[in-house]
């Protein structure tokens, strides 16, 4: 398994949360998700997978109406 942390721009309630949480889940090789809503600020979205590619977190995050800034961590 592998984490990777991101920070997502735009989420200000537990809808957002929901949101950005189904859509990231539903992709291939994600196995859970952890959002740490900022209301006022960026939110950290911790993502444990085998193999999923950024670029889809990306467009995932994205479809919902969010941005992912940064790529705050991975390993």
Known sequence: MSTLVVDVS?????????????AVGALEKVESVEVELEPTGNSR??????GAELGDVASA?????YTLEAVAEQS
Not at 45 to 50: D, G, K, L, N, S
Not at 61 to 65: D, I, L, P, Y
């Open 61 to 65: 995050v994205s479809a919902e109406g």
């Open 10 to 22: 735009g989420m200000t309630c537990d809808h957002c949360v929901n949101s950005v949480t189904k």
């Open 45 to 50: 979205v911790t993502i444990t997978h085998t």
